[in-house]
């Protein structure tokens, strides 16, 4: 596709169960983030990857958060045990891995935890 | 590390009027600046970047914003307001490190209102 592809739209969880939100990235974008928006409110950093060196893992709130990214394509950002304060909307962006080009997102996963 | 404040949370502006939402940032390198825009519903739209050169960067809808080095900010602007410009704004930086570095960081938004 030509932009960034998030699955599910929305998921509804209960609490306590895992999830798992996909996002495929614009082909050739080494650079791959994920950010978490409550409603209302601003971007928060959850992760970002950048071709085959280490992730930053620094905005992942808990360890109940992770995140994988095969290569340079798929990346799956993972919740074991949702919490009620887990609802929000994930958003995922992809960019060229040089620092003056612009990030494109995805419309995002909204999440509702039950 | 970087960071980037817009001290507004809502900035209100009657149709046709200008209108400007503020931006500062810190950095240690050299900073990439980008302005987005969120509409209901919906995901980040990019609107524009200052990479290097001219202060003053046009972009889409009409929006256009001025780098200022002395002042680390990057303001964004527009001469004529329109209702459908109503939406959260955010403006984000990455440093220019040496070595690369590539993390993207997002102020807190926006929230703009244009009346008529």
């Known amino acids: 596709g030509a932009g960034v592809s998030q699955s599910p739209s929305n998921k509804v969880t209960e609490k306590g169960k895992d999830v798992e939100l996909r996002c495929d990235p614009i082909?050739?974008?080494?650079?791959l983030y994920w950010y978490r928006q409550r409603l209302g409110q601003g971007l928060e950093f959850l992760i970002y990857?950048?071709?085959?060196?280490?992730?930053?893992k620094s905005g992942l709130p808990s360890d109940r958060f992770s995140a994988e990214r095969t290569g340079e394509s798929v990346s799956t950002l993972t919740i074991q045990r949702t919490q009620q304060e887990d609802s929000a909307v994930y958003l995922c962006?992809?960019?060229?891995?040089?620092?003056?080009?612009?990030?494109?997102f995805g419309q995002g996963t909204r999440l509702t935890v039950v | 590390a970087q960071s980037v404040a817009q001290p507004e949370d809502q900035v209100n502006v009657a149709e046709g009027n200008p209108l400007t939402v503020k931006c500062t940032y810190s950095?240690?390198?050299?900073?990439?600046l980008f302005w987005y825009v969120q509409y209901p519903n919906r995901g980040l739209q990019f609107l524009l970047k200052?990479?290097?050169?001219?202060?003053l960067v046009k972009g889409s809808y009409g929006f256009e914003a001025e780098f200022n080095k002395s002042q680390t900010s990057f303001h964004l602007k527009k001469p004529s307001a329109l209702v459908s410009d109503s939406a959260l704004y955010f403006c984000a930086v990455r440093e220019g490190l040496t070595g690369g570095g590539n993390k993207l960081t997002f102020g807190t938004g926006t929230q703009l209102k244009v009346e008529l």
């Open positions: 082909s050739g974008h080494t650079a």
């Open positions: 962006a992809s960019s060229f891995g040089v620092p003056n080009t612009e990030a494109f």
């Open positions: 200052y990479i290097t050169g001219d202060n």
């Open positions: 990857f950048q071709g085959n060196s280490a992730p930053d």
């Open positions: 950095v240690s390198g050299n900073p990439y």
